[in-house]
């Protein structure tokens, strides 16, 4: 695909998505599918030659779409829909096109500043205390996780590790692993999933 089919695409797509958004509401919710509708559709095998574009946006609204749950739809109360305004659409495109990571410092030096001043934002827009913000003395500051999901590990994660070291403090006999083995997190069972699950995992 050279530049020229590139903006072509794009421009299709976003019209498509404007077309999917707007009339998102007409839309039933949940799926009248049936299991193995959309594999009963594609190929048994990996496709030799590549489909053009207006092919692909031709089987997203007929194979794809008739066998989604429309999360966006305003008719669709569970979970927390995320990231489907016009802003963060745009967002991910760019982010997409720029092809960076910012894992590190280093990897890209503007990721990680602009991350840290979001948060920075984020945690005064919450009136959180100072010392929850990166330009505090203390170690504040925050990451933007990818998921829900994400946070709530890592922030089990984060937990166990500061517990491990408070009760080594005072059982210097003990390994890590000893101390692990002892540490009980507790949860409400109206708990999203994802608490249990970072339970399991850490």
Known sequence: MDFDEFRDFGHASIEFLINYLSGIRDRDVLPTTTPYAVINQLPKEIPEQPEHWREVLKDLETIILPGLTHWQSPYFNAFYPSSSSAGSIIGELLIAGIGVLGFSWICSPACTE????????????????????????????GVIQGSASEAVLVAVLAAREQAVVSYRESHPELSESEVRGRLVAYSSDQSNSCIEKAGVLA
């Open 114 to 141: 602009l991350e840290v001043v979001v948060m920075d934002w984020l945690a005064k827009f919450l009136k959180l205390p100072d010392h929850f913000l990166h330009s505090s003395e203390g170690p504040g500051g």
